[in-house]
């Protein structure tokens, strides 16, 4: 087969995959996937920046990810009349998988790698349970990037690193750190400092004033959020998280080992490639040294999950994907590396790269089957911390529609499908900005004298009197079985049994409901 043949079935046979792949996820999704895709939905219907249709809110996490997924509901909306984001979330995924198959063939030809290489980089990446357990927030997006920024940096096509650079701080803030860590590493990239800055400002730069003067932040607000919801996690944070998922009664060791081996096994890659760089015992070949932009995107993964545990944010487990992907996909191209020297050498067979080789794709092999496990299609993700199933909280969200009659709700903390399905005024920190800018006002007040003109400055447009609504009902979950009217019984592995009761109020200001622990 021709190498742009090769190229043509290996994008071709990863969307193809990634189709499949959704089938098997798409009623699995967690509830945060609905908080993008209530967004994405309202941006399509009614170009509205809002996770509930009336208000105005700056709690998506990925900005890009958003508007692939409005532009594409919006033109299932053209051609079925209906505004489905899910089925978009699934057409939007499919593409991102072929733009990642397709940077990798640019990644290989740079590299002179045998194609295997790029076949199993992308397996890495695509089975991962932490992955497919969060198909719908940008957990593809990230990826497809830093592939993109890859092959940009191994090309020396300074503009092309500085367009995906600009993308990457669009799909997620804290890919950031790995921008300079590949662009140093590529001489060309370095060169041309001033225009890969250049273009990184025009390509991001627009939203970034959108958001800080029109939303009221440059930053999400999930930053506030999240940080301060560190204490429902108890002892875990996202250092220790690993361990949280593989632990108790609703532990998947298992599926915990098989999603981390890939990245352990590249850190330990990344760790032998440094010390071949720069041994003056071993000579570095012009292969080993060329992979200095691919070692960096590794070292990005290994900076991501220090700078995460240093932060200690709750072990959300899409948080993983990007050191996982990163170095998994630094292992693919190192264990490529190794096959094409050991083939180069006259007399060598490659047994052991080969071997290694075999070995790393058995893992992928691994990730599939316990993927399959789970269902065919999931009813719920390998990895969630969700109170209910998604089926679960469409059945309360579609009953919800019908029996508030235009009333406004609160929820109790889990609120993405519940809005997506119920298309109601239904309110919390992450819908309704009166409730966020308490968490906003707190957090600036007590903000170290460091930190204090920086919050300042980030909320210098944004309205910090807002008020919270005033409420007609409230959704408060508890634990253990539930009957009776407005009331759901709902399950989740995590929590086990538990039930949702729909509280009739008398149009008192939101009061907080307590945060129920994970």
């Known amino acids: 087969m021709t190498t742009s043949r090769r190229d043509v079935a290996l994008v071709a046979g990863t969307g193809l995959t990634t189709a499949l792949i959704f089938l098997l996820v798409r009623h699995g999704l967690v509830d945060d996937a609905y908080i993008t895709l209530s967004y994405a939905r309202n941006v399509a219907q009614h170009l509205h ?14 900005p890009l990810n958003v508007v692939l997924l409005a532009v594409t509901t919006a033109a299932i909306r053209i051609v079925t009349g209906h505004a489905d984001a899910v089925w978009a979330a699934g057409v939007v995924s ?24 790029a076949v199993l980089g992308l397996a890495l990446v695509l089975t991962n349970p932490f992955l497919l357990s969060a198909i719908g927030l940008e957990v593809l997006l ?62 991001a730069g627009p939203w970034f004033v959108f958001s800080w003067v029109y939303l009221g932040s440059v930053v999400p607000d999930t930053l506030v959020i999240r940080t301060l919801q560190r204490h429902i996690w108890g002892k875990w944070d996202f250092f220790n998280g690993p361990v949280m998922y593989a632990s108790g009664a609703a532990g998947r060791p298992n599926a915990v080992a098989l999603a981390f081996a890939p990245a352990v096994l590249g850190l330990v890659a990344l760790v032998g490639w440094s010390v071949l760089r720069r041994s ?7 292969s080993v040294r060329r992979l200095g932009p691919a070692a960096g995107l590794g070292a990005g993964g290994v900076a991501y999950y220090l700078a995460l545990s240093a932060i200690r944010p709750g072990p959300y ?48 092999l691994g990730n599939t089957v316990r993927d399959v496990k789970q269902g065919v299609p999931w009813r719920s993700p390998i990895f969630s911390t969700n109170f209910a ?3 679960d909280y469409a059945r309360i969200g579609r009953a919800l529609r ?27 920190v992450y819908s309704h900005r009166g409730e966020a800018v308490q968490l906003i006002n707190h957090e600036v007040d007590t903000a170290s004298p460091l930190v204090k003109p920086i919050l300042r400055l980030n909320y210098a447009w944004l309205d910090r009197d807002q008020k919270p ?50």
């Open 142 to 203: 990230g990826p497809a990037l830093l592939v993109a920024m890859l092959a940009a940096a191994l090309e020396g096509r300074v503009g092309w690193f500085g367009i995906a650079a600009g993308l990457t701080l669009l799909a997620r803030l804290d890919l950031a750190m790995f921008i300079p860590l590949i662009a140093v590493a590529s001489p060309a990239i370095r060169a041309g400092w001033r225009r890969l800055l250049a273009t990184l400002a025009a390509v």
């Open 389 to 391: 199933t998604a089926s």
């Open 317 to 364: 487990h899409w948080y993983y994907v990007p050191p996982a992907a990163a170095l998994s996909i630094f292992l693919a191209i190192a264990l490529g590396t190794w096959v094409s020297e050991e083939r180069a050498r006259p007399g060598r067979r490659a047994v052991a790269p080969v071997l290694a080789f075999g070995v790393v794709a058995l893992l992928a």
């Open 469 to 518: 609504p005033r409420l007609g009902y409230a959704l408060a979950y508890r634990h253990g079985p539930g009957s009776g009217p407005d009331v759901w019984q709902v399950h989740s592995r995590w929590t086990g049994v538990g039930h949702v009761r729909l509280i009739r109020l008398r149009g008192s200001p939101l009061a907080p409901v307590p945060e129920l622990s994970h």
């Open 49 to 62: 920046w809002g996770l509930i249709p009336h208000q105005v809110a700056n709690t998506a996490t990925s």
């Open 280 to 286: 003056s015992r071993w000579r570095a070949s012009d």
């Open 402 to 428: 019908a029996r508030v009659a235009g009333a406004t709700v609160a929820s109790y903390g889990e609120i993405g499908t519940l809005a997506y399905y119920c298309e109601c005024e239904i309110v919390d």
């Open 94 to 117: 499919v593409g991102l998988a072929m733009l990642m198959a397709w940077c990798w063939t640019r990644v290989v030809r740079a590299l002179r790698l045998p194609f295997a290489a």
